[in-house]
């Protein structure tokens, strides 16, 4: 049987759910480079500055992002199937990027990363919540001894936080 190349890139071998994670990536990859310009303010002797972690993860989602979408239209459809995207797992990572965003002035830096560390197990197949609630809530206290004792730069540690330990 001979393949028409021309048939690979038709609209009827486009692989509908990747091609939506992939638009997903892309997105959310150009979002996360846009709220990362804001963060211009830092020290004069900072040369690199507050936005270059947030545009470096901005920059491998949009690349990511990208590559997925050319896989999604340049993919055979008389190939193997593909594995279907688990969209809970998606859904727990995209509520783990937001939860930082929406609650670390509430409840501060140790509360949202036991809530990041377990949506992020959760998502990559754990089932046991309480232990990754566990390790989340060690994790963030490390973290934040680490950050505010050691090194002396302040994590948030949250209003609600602040008003029930002074």
Not at 57 to 83: M, Q, R
Not at 85 to 105: E, F, N, T, Y
Not at 138 to 166: C, D, K, V
Request: some cysteine; glycine content about 10%; proline content about 5%.
């Amino acid at each position: 049987m001979t393949r028409n190349k021309r048939a690979r890139f038709a609209p009827t071998s486009i692989q509908i759910p990747q091609a939506a994670l992939g638009a997903f990536a892309v997105l959310l990859g150009v979002c996360v480079a846009i709220a990362a310009w804001g963060y211009r303010e830092g020290s004069t002797y900072d040369s690199l500055g507050p936005s270059l972690f947030p545009l470096v993860i901005a920059s491998g989602l949009i690349v990511t992002g990208l590559v997925i979408l050319v896989g999604a239209f340049a993919s055979d459809t008389s190939a193997e199937p593909v594995e279907q995207v688990d969209w809970i797992a998606v859904a727990l990572v995209v509520v783990g990027l937001v939860v930082p965003i929406v609650l670390i002035v509430a409840l501060g830096w140790i509360p949202v990363i036991t809530i990041v560390f377990a949506l992020g197990a959760r998502a990559f197949g754990s089932r046991r919540t309480a232990v990754d609630l566990g390790l989340g809530l060690l994790f963030g206290i490390l973290t934040f001894a680490f950050f505010n004792y050691a090194l002396g730069l302040h994590l948030p540690s949250g209003w609600i936080i602040s008003r029930l330990f002074g």
